[in-house]
């Protein structure tokens, strides 16, 4: 029986729910299913519209990459109104037979964790760094003992949260999708080997890049956006241009390096991309987010800044009197290895978190 906010369904339901014939509708793939909204990280958010078909389609690719996907236990925690918390959670979860415990408020997340004893997580990585952060601390796993997959994604996954969660017998496994592609279009099974990649592309889909960007075509894509000028920018002969610049290997294996739209244009006519420096950067075990962007002094001279959120568990085992400098030292070390005009010349240590929305990505600054 599905738990609904700590309850089953059986407790809260009429004793006659389970038994009465309800009125069915006859529906075919095409037909709407729901708008979701995009993240809305650079701006306004999107109605996207997502057909039956993308919701199943998407719903099938959450199942691949697991060995056991069936008849498991999961913990919802994401917003249903976000794409990741619909489908890769909710919807996958009962397709394959599983468990689902709705989390009524997260701030009563790890006791949910405790209650339930969930075997596998969606989440995105600021909820995936809080979770450790609190079992280092407390000595203990907190998403409790019975946890054994993270599928963690909707922002970039630092390889330092795939090794640390590993130490403690936890798979956590990134991934790319989007809200327009019904969730999932990438995943990484060899997440231990190139913990800085998405993975491979899920089956019953096309994908091609067209100067760097990433394009699709599927089951999974969605109908269109509600504003149909978005549309037209959207769209070239079937494929959807997701605004994506991702890279592939000689093995097939993707890497996202960043937004089209968040591209900077230097003066010099040189293009950099934030996401790009800022994977670089994150490498780096005390850096727990950071943020590259265009700012100007007052004089008018443009030039690129780095911001960074400092994993406080990890600067607490470093040894440097002044962690400060020694941080802005290992940052200029990275620093060093770009290209001369994609170096940052501003270093900002900042002691509060970015801000995000409401799905806990950063919101990008513009700041030019």
């Not at 996958?92 to 006791?111: E, P, Q, V, W």
């Not at 450790?132 to 993270?150: A, E, H, P, V, W």
Request: proline content about 4%; hydrophobic content about 40%; glycine content about 8%.
């Amino acid at each position: 029986m599905l738990p609904l906010c700590g309850k089953l369904l059986s407790q809260i339901l009429p004793t006659d729910a389970f038994t009465s014939t309800a009125p069915m509708a006859q529906l075919c793939e095409t037909d709407t299913a729901v708008i979701m909204f995009s993240g809305g990280t650079t701006g306004k958010s999107k109605g996207a519209i997502l057909s039956h078909g993308a919701l199943m389609q998407g719903t099938v690719n959450g199942c691949y990459g697991i060995r056991d996907v069936f008849y498991q236990k999961y913990l919802l925690v994401l917003p249903l109104t976000h794409v990741f918390g619909l489908i890769r959670n909710l919807m996958t979860c009962l397709y394959t037979a599983s468990t689902l415990f709705i989390c009524d408020n997260n701030k009563d997340m790890f006791r949910d964790c405790a209650i339930f004893r969930p075997t596998i997580m969606v989440m995105v990585p600021a909820l995936a760094e809080m979770a450790l952060n609190l079992s280092r601390q407390f000595g203990r796993n907190m998403l409790g003992d019975s946890i054994k997959t993270i599928i963690c994604g909707a922002a970039v996954v630092s390889p330092y949260l795939i090794q640390e969660y590993h130490k403690i017998g936890i798979n956590l496994m990134p991934g790319y999708g989007l809200t327009e592609s019904a969730n999932l279009v990438i995943g990484n099974t060899n997440f231990l080997n190139n913990p800085s990649s998405v993975g491979y592309p899920f089956p019953n889909q096309q994908l091609k890049i067209v100067d760097g960007e990433l394009w699709l075509k599927g089951k999974n894509i969605f109908t269109g956006y509600v504003d149909p000028q978005a549309n037209a920018q959207s769209f070239e002969d079937g494929w959807f241009k997701t605004g994506d610049i991702v890279r592939v290997d000689d093995d097939g294996i993707y890497y996202i390096v960043g937004r089209k739209k968040e591209v900077i244009v230097l003066s010099n006519g040189e293009n950099v991309y934030p996401a790009e420096l800022e994977t670089e950067f994150n490498k780096l075990v005390f850096v727990q987010d950071s943020q590259v962007y265009e700012d100007v002094t007052e004089s008018g001279v443009h030039f690129l800044a780095l911001e960074i959120v400092p994993r406080t568990a990890v600067l607490a085992t470093i040894s440097e009197e002044d962690k400060d400098s020694y941080m802005k030292e290992q940052l200029e070390q990275v620093n060093r290895q770009f290209l001369p005009y994609q170096r940052v010349t501003k270093i900002i240590i900042r002691d509060t978190d970015f801000e995000r929305t409401p799905s806990l990505k950063i919101k990008r600054y513009k700041k030019v």
